[in-house]
């Protein structure tokens, strides 16, 4: 009876275990490139199945690694399993794995590979959670561990961790409940037969656990009370990747194709995305999208996938009535590049060099095109983009008028049903008296150059669940970045009747260098994540999609002209921007014009500074504490053992003795009521297969009960004391 209330103990204590580690298997699939992480939960069940029933090692090894064989086999290994084909693709995997190991090509290891080594973890790990639960019943540690994994992962990532959170506590707190119970059973001595006596024990517990969880759910929380750690924490540490969803609060900057969720600081980031050879600083394209959410962009057009040549590409955002020059870019896209998609000027024509075994899917509505090889997305190596760069003239766009197709109003002038009047009512104050598209447009794209609006990447809000996001930017925070800007922009321009859609790319870089290229000495321009950017195009009948620039600090690289004979009166017009800037400084959507801000961002950078320092010595004072916490008994004991080499005397025997004592009692070895002391002795020398426990407590019953002293034996005695306290701590 007592082995089976023993097992069932023991069982619980493993089931809460394994419920806490799979809080750590939950969000692969939102964070990582997992696109099925039940395998993974399905080999950690049978693992630590394998594990609780406490089979022979060579056994648990055979079981353990025939799943694992079974598992490679189904996801990656096409050969029959275990044959002599099956075997070489595996031996071909380690060795080119292992290679690109030595040469820190991580990004170059295999999803075979990954997999396997993931695997081999939570094989480790059924061990682990075994033995820390049920053997050594330490189970505070992992608690600890998994709640901290869960908020960082729900601080730094998408995974949404709320519940997360909760279901830790409430299995952490189980955990924890049921130890307790258990060492104060064997502190009083009382049987797990009579186990069914001290049921009623456990209904405090729950009542505990149901009550603080509920009140913890239930109570008000309040706002932050100080400035947000994160981007400085995420920029110290490399922040979570370019091209970041826009779930989080905090983001990396850089090109990433969700958008449903806008909002939130970014984080500088400087890696290199491609090298462009141009005549000079151009936009380049990625995608456009049609609908706002009130929270983001999505593209709910119908997927037209073209199947397009390279060498006549017939994706045209203009009429043939604007005037162009043919002109060509050669790009090359950098390593560190993740997305595999193409990046082109405006006007593309045709691509040369570029590989015969790829093939270019056009999406028709959005101009979006990827590069795909052998079925699958692919990444360009390099390729060059002939284009006829466009040139808009003034009057042109200025008699264009409003007669739209009845296409381009059903697909851009859509607008969430929640969007607040304010917001229509802003729009049409801000066009007033203007009588055609391009003044109009002008005045809303002028607009967020004054009026208070600031660019900046940090302290950028993130709408709540009843608030529009382009509503909070233009009558609350009126900060933000091109994100904002541009997107406001486009839903002003709808509250209007004018057609208008939202762009994201790239802008034009930063110009490095020179190179002679077809004949022309041509710039060379380093982009970078940082030049991810998001702008507007306007849909001018009998033109075409016309680009816009409204963040503030930035200049639209887009040509404009007038005709000779109306030069004067379109001086002001023909200005590129208001407040522009230098060709040098164009086209890094994450940084501000400099002279602009140079005086708001000393003060801030010296605030910046002062909030990191404090961060950071908070944190460091926390690591310290927690590592001094759990090595307490290594390094008290250093201190002691020098301490007590100098005393000899009997109190500080005493001491030394009920010190082990402590220390014994820490790692298990539990003196209970009724033993005595030789008894206890006994005990922990059965375990260590020595007398030095008896002899040691020999000698302390001397000096204590018999007042002997012992200081002719004490050099003797101290060593005894020091091996016991070093095998103790092992």
């Known amino acids: 009876m007592e082995e089976r209330q023993l097992f069932i103990y023991k069982l619980v204590l493993y089931v809460t275990g394994f419920l806490l580690f799979c809080e750590w298997l939950r969000p692969l699939e939102t964070i990582s490139h997992t696109e099925d992480a039940k395998i993974f939960f ?55 794995n292992t290679q690109m190991i030595q040469f820190q090509e991580w990004w170059q290891m295999t999803p075979l590979f990954r997999s396997l080594l993931f695997l081999i973890l939570l094989w480790l790990m059924s061990y682990l959670l075994y033995y820390w639960f ?125 958008d449903s969720r806008l909002g939130g600081s ?69 390593r560190q590049a993740l997305f595999k998609k193409l990046v082109y000027p405006y006007g593309l024509s045709s691509l040369v060099r570029f590989p015969s075994d790829y093939e270019l899917l056009v999406h028709v509505h959005t101009g979006e095109m990827d590069t795909v090889k052998g079925g699958s997305p692919a990444k360009l190596g390099e390729f060059v983009a002939n284009y006829e760069f466009p040139t808009f003239e003034y009057n042109q766009l200025r008699e264009a008028g409003d007669d739209d197709p009845q296409e381009i109003r059903d697909r851009y002038l859509q607008l969430p049903e929640s969007l607040p009047n304010r917001v229509r009512n802003l729009a049409s104050q801000i066009v007033g008296e203007e009588d055609n598209r391009y003044d109009r447009v002008k005045a809303v794209e002028s607009y967020f150059s004054s009026n208070g609006f600031e660019y900046s990447t940090t302290d950028v809000p993130v709408p709540d669940e009843n608030d529009d996001y382009v509503d909070q930017f233009l009558f609350e925070s009126q900060l933000g970045y091109c994100d904002n800007f541009s997107t406001s922009m486009v839903i002003l321009l709808r509250s209007e009747g004018i057609p208008a859609r939202w762009v994201k790319g790239f802008t034009g870089g930063e110009r490095i260098d020179t190179r002679e290229f077809n004949d022309n000495v041509q710039n060379v321009y380093q982009v970078t994540s940082g030049n991810a950017h998001s702008w507007v195009e306007v849909y001018f009948p009998e033109v075409g999609w016309v680009p816009f620039e409204p963040t503030k600090g930035f200049t639209n690289t887009t040509d404009f002209y007038t005709d000779v004979d109306t030069q004067d009166s379109e001086d002001s017009a023909a200005t590129p921007e208001d407040g522009g800037i230098s060709e040098d400084n164009l086209g890094n959507p994450q940084q501000m014009d400099g002279e602009e801000q140079s005086s708001d961002q000393a003060g801030a950078g010296s605030s910046d500074q002062h909030n990191t320092w404090i961060v950071v010595l908070s944190v460091g004072f926390l690591i310290i504490a927690v590592i001094l916490f759990v090595t307490r008994y290594r390094w008290m004991s250093m201190f002691l053992i020098r301490k007590y080499r100098k005393n000899s005397d009997e109190q500080t025997y005493e001491k030394a003795y009920l010190y082990l004592l402590k220390v014994l009692d820490y790692k298990g070895f539990k003196r209970k009521p009724e033993q005595t002391l030789r008894d206890f002795a006994r005990t922990v020398d059965q375990h260590y297969q020595s007398n030095d426990m008896r002899r040691l407590t020999d000698d302390y019953e001397r000096v204590v009960y018999g007042n002997e002293s012992q200081r002719t034996q004490w050099p003797k005695v101290t060593e005894l004391w020091e091996d016991l306290i070093k095998k103790t701590l092992s």
């Open 42 to 96: 399905i080999y950690a069940v049978f693992c630590f199945f394998v594990s609780f029933l406490q089979v022979p090692w060579y056994i648990s090894i055979l079981l353990k690694g025939m799943a694992l064989a079974f598992i490679m086999d189904g996801l990656y290994i096409a050969e029959r399993i275990f044959s002599g084909a099956w075997f070489s693709v595996f031996y071909e995997q380690i060795i080119f």
């Open 134 to 258: 049920v053997i050594a019943r330490r189970m505070f540690f992992f608690v600890l561990l998994t709640l901290i994994y869960v908020t960082v992962v729900d601080t730094f990532t998408v995974f949404d961790g709320k519940w997360s959170i909760i279901r830790t506590f409430v299995i952490g707190m189980i955990a924890l409940g049921l130890s307790s119970f258990a060492r104060e059973m064997d502190k009083e001595s009382i049987p797990l037969k009579g186990l069914h006596k001290a049921r009623v024990w456990t209904i405090p517990l729950i009542a505990v656990i149901l009550l603080s969880s509920a009140a913890a759910y239930a109570s008000p929380k309040f706002d932050p009370q100080w400035p947000d750690p994160v981007p400085y924490l995420e920029s110290a540490a490399g922040g979570a990747g370019p091209g970041g969803s826009r779930n989080g609060t905090v983001q990396k900057v850089g090109y990433g194709e969700d």
């Open 266 to 334: 970014f984080i500088q980031d400087d890696t290199p995305v491609f090298e462009a050879v141009a005549d000079g600083e151009r936009y380049w394209r990625i995608e456009s999208k049609d609908t706002y959410t009130g929270k983001g962009w999505e593209d709910t057009l119908d997927e037209s996938v073209t199947n397009m040549d390279p060498e006549n590409i017939t994706f045209e955002t203009f009429s043939e009535e604007v005037e162009v020059e043919e002109q060509t870019a050669f790009i090359t896209m950098e």
